[in-house]
């Protein structure tokens, strides 16, 4: 079995078990902050990926989003390490977890596979539409077996555009910044929970692009590999090349990437 039909098997059956779980009064409590939240289930989840993969491939590295928060101090140092590391499978369990915890539709499992820093896998499962969104480096991207591609809408003012509310402060306020000048451009915003599932959409023309502040490479890596194989393009918020370690992105059908971008320069994070 290859890397990615291992990654969407696992998906899946994590996809699965986080959506039979929905409603069945899991616990929760706040982490970094009030406005950030983890549940038994994201952890689960997590323990359940994690589990499968160390049994298809020992060798491999692992970093996961609830696994890291333990280790907070550390993720710089490890996603820089990352970069010279043959494998490391990069891991969101439930993305999307305020949707999961209000029972809103629109949480997603995020798995993606680095070899020495570059995206070579990634698949984004949404169990609520059972839709599953992948890539792997070279070979295009799908969606439930079919090739997926970024919108051709030429201009931001034909174009919908998703982003996200994140949970520190100034991140957020980032994001109300540059939503000033993009609202007023494109055809109209959409802020769906999960910066995984807006980035799916992107790839598969759905959103012509998605950009948002403070956001961690469990969240976008899987993303950015099926983006760019449905022939999109994907910079940090200055506009340089995508690597592990950013956070502040923007994703895009490349039409519409250097307008989107120019509040953001003005930003200047
Ligand atoms: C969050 C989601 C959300 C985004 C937040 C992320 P999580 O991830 O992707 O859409 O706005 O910034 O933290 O916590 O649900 O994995
Ligand atoms: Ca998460």
Redesign the pocket.
């Known amino acids: 079995m290859s890397y990615l039909e291992t990654a969407g098997r696992i998906a899946r059956e994590a996809g699965l078990m986080i959506q039979a779980k929905m409603g069945s009064g899991f616990a929760a409590e706040e982490k970094s902050s009030v406005f ?1 939240v983890v549940t038994e289930v994201d952890r689960a989840s997590e323990q359940l990926i994690r589990q499968r993969l160390e049994e298809a491939y020992p060798e491999h590295g692992f970093l996961g ?1 609830e696994e890291s928060f333990a280790h907070a101090g550390e993720l710089a140092d490890r996603l820089e390490r990352a970069k010279s590391e043959p494998f490391v499978w990069i891991v ?1 369990p ?5 949707n999961y915890v209000q029972g809103i539709p629109g ?1 997603t499992v995020s798995i993606a596979l680095a070899s020495y820093g570059e995206l070579v896998a990634g698949v984004i499962y949404d169990p609520c539409r059972d839709e599953m969104f992948w890539a792997e480096k070279g070979e295009g991207a799908f969606m439930n077996g079919s090739p997926i591609a970024v919108s051709a809408a030429p201009e931001l003012r034909l174009t919908v555009v998703g982003t ?4 520190k402060a100034a991140n957020r306020q980032a994001v109300m910044e540059s939503l000033r000048t993009i609202a007023p451009q494109c055809r109209s915003i959409r802020s769906l ?4 599932l ?1 980035l799916a959409y992107v790839a598969a023309g759905r959103l012509g692009a998605f950009w ?1 502040y ?2 961690n490479a469990w ?1 976008i890596a899987a993303g950015v590999l099926i983006i760019e194989e449905a022939g999109g393009k994907v910079t940090d918020t200055l506009g340089w090349p995508y690597s592990l370690t950013v956070s502040h992105v923007v994703g895009s059908n490349g039409k519409v990437h250097d307008d989107l971008l120019k509040p953001m320069i003005e930003i200047g994070i």
């Open positions: 950030d989003e969101d439930i993305d999307g977890t305020n949480f996200g509310f994140p949970s929970g999960s910066a995984a807006h948002e403070g956001l969240d």
